[in-house]
């Protein structure tokens, strides 16, 4: 059976269209582009190819931290490169995984070779919070427990303060959270 999260694909939260910049971009025109579209990287080209790309962070860490003047540095000696790219109609599942694995919190959205945005960590996290509620009441509605790692315990929400946890114990048929199970036992002793 397909989740809503299987559904979901890249195409769905993607952002676009990508602000772009040439190799021989200095690092400053950089950082205004960045400020001027409210973003937090610029996809650097070479001939209309995408070909890596200069985030806030790359700016920081190798110009700034480096005490380097930005007007002297090129995009070119900064940016990532090769452009890790995804196809538009993968889910926002494929695309965690490959940001999680190569250590990158942002791809290109590539079709038929050409980009078409780009989808961030950020951008899948606006549209995951509707989707753990679909999920969380649907596992309700079937009575469904999530088995965990630890004896006992159970992941999801908590059915008093609906904060995420892995460790839900049923008390009283309702999954608590350690803090609410501890505030649970307080009231307890008070009254």
Do not use: F
């Not at 926002?92 to 791809?107: N, Q």
């Not at 590539?110 to 549209?127: A, E, F, M, P, R």
């Amino acid at each position: 059976m397909k989740t809503l999260a299987d559904e979901v694909k890249v195409r769905d939260v993607m952002s676009s269209p990508v602000v772009e910049a040439w190799e021989d971009t200095s690092a400053d025109e950089l950082a205004r582009m960045m400020e001027k579209y409210n973003v937090g990287s610029v996809v650097i080209t070479r001939a209309g190819v995408p070909v890596g790309i200069v985030t806030k962070s790359d700016l920081v860490y190798k110009v700034v931290a480096k005490n380097l003047k930005p007007s002297d540095i090129k995009a070119s000696s900064i940016m990532s490169s090769p452009l890790q790219t995804i196809d538009p109609d993968k889910t926002i599942e494929e695309a965690l995984r490959i940001m999680t694995s190569l250590k990158i919190s942002r791809l290109a959205v590539t079709y038929k070779n050409k980009l078409v945005g780009l989808v961030s960590v950020k951008d899948i996290l606006q549209v995951t919070p509707e989707i753990l509620e679909i999920v969380k009441e649907n596992i309700r509605i079937r009575g469904i427990t999530i088995p965990s790692s630890r004896e006992g315990y159970v992941e999801g929400y908590c059915d008093e303060c609906g904060e995420w946890s892995d460790m839900l114990l049923n008390v009283d048929g309702r999954y608590l959270c350690e803090d609410c199970r501890i505030e649970l036992t307080k009231r307890g002793v008070e009254e």
